[in-house]
């Protein structure tokens, strides 16, 4: 099970951080990745955090201003968002699966927390 929190109303240049409190599985085997989707379009990996070396990858569009982190002392993952803009609005969804940004490689899901930048 995984599920997230932090979402919420920001202005243009604000901040958030994402958490995401995994259980059920073994979470230090997973790689753990961050997936949004908008109104209108299609699921986007964002960013991946990788089981064993805790290598990342970001999607261009997020590079230097969103910053993922995990705890496997305490099963989670989390999303550093700063600099926010209009264009990051979408629901926020965690995942645990193999390293990469390919959504259907992925086997555990959360529900979603909603990320609106609006001024």
């Known amino acids: 099970q995984l599920v997230e929190s932090g979402g919420g109303l920001v202005q243009p240049g604000g901040s958030l951080r994402l958490s995401c409190a995994a259980s059920?599985?073994?979470?230090?085997?997973?790689?753990m990745a961050w997936f949004r989707q908008a109104p209108g379009k299609e699921r986007e990996g964002v960013s991946c955090i990788n089981s064993s070396d805790d290598s990342t990858m970001y999607i261009d569009s997020v590079k230097g201003r969103f910053t993922i982190s995990r705890d496997n002392a305490k099963n989670m993952v989390y999303l550093q968002m700063n600099n926010l803009k209009p264009e990051d609005t979408a629901v926020y969804f965690c995942?645990?699966?193999?390293?990469?940004?390919?959504?259907?490689?992925?086997?555990?899901w959360g529900q979603g927390t909603q990320v609106t930048v609006s001024s």
């Open positions: 995942a645990a699966g193999p390293y990469g940004l390919a959504a259907h490689e992925y086997d555990y």
């Open positions: 059920g599985f073994t979470f230090r085997w997973y790689s």
